[in-house]
């Protein structure tokens, strides 16, 4: 099994920077690729960012967002600028691993954004 633990959400006014932590652990795993998704409420969860060898971004937060990744760390980052309102949702980690002789997707608990004066 694989384990993501988020971290480094919270309160924050419009404009400001945030900084999201996704640490992955487990045994015998292979990463293929790990994303940021967010879901506010009363909508779908869609994609924020996504890394493997090259990253993605939505248009929503293209040129504001950054997703990075130490691999000797098994940890992915999400640093959020220039925050606005409608940025503020539950962002969650997600991994595609290589593990058990197959592929498996994971996804963590989750870690509230919330932007607002």
């Known amino acids: 099994q694989v384990q993501l633990v988020e971290s480094g959400g919270g309160l924050v006014q419009p404009g400001g920077s945030l900084r999201l932590s996704c640490a992955a652990s487990g045994s015998e795993f292979s990463i293929k690729s790990m994303g940021w998704y967010r879901q506010a409420p009363g909508k779908q969860r869609e994609l924020v960012a996504v890394i493997s060898s090259s990253t993605s971004y939505a248009d929503s937060v293209q040129g504001r967002f950054t997703i990075s990744r130490d691999n000797a760390k098994s940890t992915m980052y999400l640093q959020m600028n220039s925050l606005k309102p409608e940025d503020t949702a539950v962002y969650y980690c997600?991994?595609?691993?290589?593990?058990?002789?197959?592929?498996?997707?994971?996804w963590g608990q989750g870690t509230q954004v919330t932007v607002s004066s």
């Open positions: 997600s991994a595609i691993v290589a593990i058990f002789g197959g592929i498996r997707n994971y």
